[in-house]
């Protein structure tokens, strides 16, 4: 069986949300990019529209490695007459919206199919719709695939993102000993954890759950 493929891409900025069980007025965020979050990230790029097939998507693995973990911080927002659920009046809405504050993170794509990472690496490049961390108001600090280092490595996930490069901004000063504490969430059949943010239909709002576990990267990264 042949080594499989990674996509290695950097999703770094001042503010990044990535909601997994956000409802009405309250939208949460995960301490790390969802699937959700990262596909429409890619049908951005891509130009696919909520209502389109994205099962092409389903054979891709997904992991990051988490470089940066930043703050959780919260918004409140308020609107103001808003139509009440029983259309008796109008009412005043507080809405609570989390988010992640000076986040970098490091995300792996693994597959087989060479053709759909170099076609996803080619949009990601010149992307038709603007591309944003989770929210249209969160814009990313640089391009997510660097200009210097291929984009496209022949390695597993776990492997790919062990030894992927650091940006400048969280290069570990002591790699050996620091980067033991970079997590690492990948995809795994028998995971620790279950989210359901694996996406079915966009416009639809259809997900199933995933099953996700952490592990300590024990290699050292290079440097950009």
Known sequence: MSQPYTLLLRLEGPMQS???RSRFDY??????????GVIGLICAAM???RGEDIKKFDEIKMGVRVDKEGRPERD???????????GSGKDTVVSYR????????????????????NSIEAYLRKPIWPLFLGRKSFCLTEYPLSAS????????????????????RC????????????????????????QYDWPLCFRQRRFKPRSITMLPPQSEGGKE
């Open 18 to 20: 990535w909601g997994y």
């Open 27 to 36: 939208r949460d965020t995960a301490l790390e990019p969802t699937r959700s």
């Open 47 to 49: 130009g696919i529209a």
């Open 76 to 86: 409140y927002h308020t609107a103001l007459d808003v139509i009440k659920a029983d």
């Open 98 to 117: 989390d988010y992640l504050a000076d986040t970098i993170f490091t995300v792996g794509l693994q597959s087989e199919d060479l053709d759909i990472l």
């Open 149 to 168: 280092r291929p984009a496209i490595v022949q390695a597993t996930l776990e492997d790919a993102l062990k030894c992927a490069s650091f940006s400048l």
């Open 171 to 194: 290069k570990p000063s002591k790699p050996t000993e620091e980067m033991l504490n970079y997590r690492l969430v990948l995809e795994k059949p028998d995971g620790e954890r279950t």
